[in-house]
């Protein structure tokens, strides 16, 4: 028993005590991540006709699109209608990137429910606010910045993610957008790429019941869902290969084409992309300060309303820490 009583009297001490490599550690985990910089391998806009080089320009990531175009303007609108019987729900979306060839960037993703997110990355700090938010300023390390950006420019990769990885691209001869020389192509459906293996997922506990009506349906777009459509076109720059201009749509089934319980999505994608090479002249937005918190780990005496001695006040400072309320 004293032993115990001994070992417990020395749990005060041990917690106050800290490894010299404590604090190196803290400032690695927490350093500012910093947005992807890719070297792409060369794309030929000229062979965007085979299927692997089709998914490389269709699910090109934002980031890749800065470092072959530097700066530009990507705008898309998305528009998604599934049916099924009488009952017929929409969801249109609109995408914004403005990219600066110093690496700044600006993301906007909106949809006609209110619902969006949006992104300003000037100097290495990210300043973000939800739809009818304030921006705030950012730690970059707490910010998917590149989720965010690949978001704004992926309205293609969603197209081709949903769509099983079925698209195909034909050639259509060539033309112009907006002073580029671009590649035509049209779109087709092809052999998906991308197919659910039910018999290899996990196996999921669902409740004796099974799962409830809404994660049925989700269950079966993802397990069912066939694509039966695609049409339009898309100019990719001769130059880097990158998407300029894309015009699509496309249509799913889930379930049996001849059943009356059939559902029904149609999807279209338009993507512009303008002003290649110019500055968007980015600026910080006008933000506020989060609001300051006492952090219920860190520091739980004052988190309850308590002061804590000189003792407990030092050892838990940390300069790693600074600024974070704030950021």
């Known amino acids: 028993m004293r032993f115990l009583a001994n070992c417990l009297a020395l749990l005060p001490l041990l917690a106050c005590s800290s490894h010299p490599g404590d604090a190196a550690a803290k400032r690695r985990l927490f350093a500012p991540e910093e947005p992807r910089h890719p070297t792409p391998a060369p794309l030929d806009a ?99 910045v590149d989720d965010l950006r690949d978001e704004a420019a992926g309205g293609l990769r969603s197209a081709q993610t949903i769509l099983n990885g079925a698209l195909r691209l034909a050639p ?27 018999k290899t997922r996990a196996v999921i506990a669902y409740p004796s019941g099974g799962p409830d009506a809404s994660l049925q349906r989700r269950l079966a777009f993802t397990e069912q869902k066939k694509p039966v459509a695609a049409s339009g076109h898309l100019f990719a720059d001769a130059e880097t290969g ?13 379930g049996d084409a001849d059943s009356a319980d059939t559902a029904t999505l149609e999807l279209t994608v338009r993507t512009t992309v303008t002003d ?45 820490d600074e600024g974070e309320s704030g950021e």
């Open 172 to 198: 259509a001869g060539t033309g112009e957008v907006n002073g580029r020389r671009a590649v035509k192509y049209t779109f087709e459906l092809g052999e998906p790429t991308e197919k659910v293996d039910t």
């Open 276 to 320: 290649v090479g110019a500055d968007p002249r980015l600026q910080v937005p006008a933000w506020e300060s989060d609001p300051a918190t006492v952090h219920a780990v860190k520091d739980p005496l004052r988190f309850w309303g308590k002061t804590p001695n000189a003792t407990t006040a030092a050892s838990q400072a940390d300069p790693t």
């Open 46 to 144: 000229s062979k965007l006709d085979d299927p692997a080089q089709t998914a490389r320009a269709l699910t090109m990531r934002g980031d890749e699109i800065a470092t072959r175009l530097s700066a530009f303007h990507l705008s898309s609108a998305l528009s998604f209608t599934w049916k099924r019987g009488a009952s017929t729900v929409t969801l249109s979306e609109d995408h914004l990137l403005e990219q600066a060839a110093n690496g700044d960037f600006h993301a906007r993703v909106d949809n006609d429910h209110g619902r969006g997110v949006e992104l300003f990355w000037i100097a290495g700090t990210p300043y973000l606010r939800q739809r009818f938010g304030t921006f705030r300023k950012r730690r970059s390390d707490r910010t998917p």
């Open 242 to 254: 990158a998407v300029l201009k894309a015009n699509l749509s496309a249509t799913l089934l889930v």
